[in-house]
């Protein structure tokens, strides 16, 4: 009889503050480790794809269509009352063709440029940006 009762103690108090002894000194740590590598990681990751962006970006800066460029699009396509899409149809783009010209984000192309250029009548290359497009043959 007295024995049964007693059994479950020992291997209950064995079993609790060495568990609990355990459970703490065992799960903190990695778990504070987890946390601080991740972040760590997580840091790095940002700084190396940030860096990488900023790169790309240079490179490709000057392919980019200068804000004038864009500008005088705007410009050019209000004074005719179109809108983007209106311009778009015009010379066969999306819509989104033209969006991209006029914010500036679009890689541009002497095709387009040129339609956009016939479209609003106005330069968009060379030096004279945003004067009237000569239609005469022009003198050297």
């Known amino acids: 009889g007295p024995a ?20 703490r000194e065992g799960a903190e740590p990695p778990v504070r ?6 972040g760590q990681n997580k840091q790095h990751f940002i700084t190396k794809n940030t860096a990488k962006l900023d790169r790309e970006t240079e ?5 980019r269509v200068p804000l004038e460029v864009g500008k005088v699009i705007q410009q050019g396509r209000q004074s005719k009352g179109m809108t983007q899409k209106d311009l778009a149809t015009k010379i066969n783009e999306k819509p989104q063709v033209i969006a991209d010209y006029e914010s500036g984000r679009a890689i541009p192309n002497n095709q387009v440029m040129g339609k956009i250029e ?5 330069k968009l290359r060379g030096k004279d940006i945003g004067k009237p497009l000569e239609t005469g043959p022009k003198g050297k």
Do not use: N
């Open 118 to 122: 016939r479209a609003i009548g106005l």
């Open 59 to 63: 490179e490709l800066h000057h392919d």
């Open 4 to 23: 049964r009762p007693g059994r479950p103690l020992p291997g209950a108090r064995r079993h609790g503050p060495a568990a609990a002894g355990a459970f």
């Open 33 to 38: 480790g987890g946390a601080w590598a991740a």
